[in-house]
């Protein structure tokens, strides 16, 4: 059973950080490649990086670069987002999501596989 869960939302100031988690299992980081969207209210889902172990593709929109950093621990099976300097236009949930390392998308739909997400709130 494939599962990815995330962890790390909470509610910070803006200028603030926050460090989101992605356990992942039943996939290889070889095979797949990860994702983190976000969705706010009201909005579509959001891509906002993207990284893929087997050629080191890392992807960043201009809304989040220079200011997100992925990362995978492949010890713990756990891709992160590290998020600096957060404004309120990041409030969102944040999901995390899998797709086949052949495909290098940051297109929701492509994905195969999605966390519960979990709740980032930046106040201003």
């Known amino acids: 059973e494939v599962q990815l869960v995330e962890s790390g939302g909470a509610l910070v100031q803006a200028g603030g950080s926050l460090r989101l988690s992605c356990v992942v299992s039943?996939?290889?980081?070889?095979?797949?490649?990860i994702a983190w969207f976000r969705q706010a209210p009201g909005k579509g889902r959001e891509g906002v990086s993207y990284?893929?172990?087997?050629?080191?593709?890392?992807y960043y929109p201009s809304s989040v670069n220079g200011r997100f950093t992925i990362s995978i621990d492949h010890a713990e099976n756990t891709v992160y987002l590290q998020m600096d300097s957060l404004k309120s236009e990041d409030t969102a949930v944040y999901y995390c999501?899998?797709?086949?390392?052949?495909?290098?998308?940051?297109?929701?739909?492509?994905?195969?596989?999605w966390g519960q997400g979990t709740q980032v709130t930046v106040s201003s």
């Open positions: 999501a899998a797709v086949p390392s052949s495909t290098l998308t940051i297109v929701a739909h492509e994905y195969h596989y």
């Open positions: 990284i893929r172990s087997t050629d080191g593709s890392i």
């Open positions: 039943g996939i290889t980081f070889d095979d797949y490649a």
